[in-house]
């Protein structure tokens, strides 16, 4: 687990909302878990690991070389999906 992942997980512990806004960005996302938080502290934090979860988890996929096309239930923002890496990119020296 790298230094990143740790330090958001700790702040997810305290503030479910802003370990979101680190991982997916202010969109979709991050409105369902400011409303789980507001209506309850757990559900908020349930919602913010698995978003974190999923955005790791698809990281560390990547790096093994490993894509997974199929859109993780429950997640909307792209940047999770994706896991930060841009698909059909490719480095052209010019």
Known sequence: ???SAILIVLIT????PVGVL????CGTDFCINLC????GFLPGHVHAFYI???YYK???D???GIYDSRPAPGVY????QAAGVQQGATDVAV
């Not at 923002?77 to 999770?80: A, F, G, L």
Request: charged content about 25%; hydrophobic content about 55%.
């Open 36 to 39: 789980l938080t507001i209506l």
């Open 77 to 80: 923002s792209e940047k999770v």
């Open 22 to 25: 680190i991982v997916a960005g």
């Open 52 to 54: 974190e979860y999923v």
């Open 1 to 3: 687990m790298s230094a």
């Open 58 to 60: 698809r990281r560390e």
């Open 13 to 16: 512990l305290f503030f479910p």
């Open 62 to 64: 990547a790096a093994r």
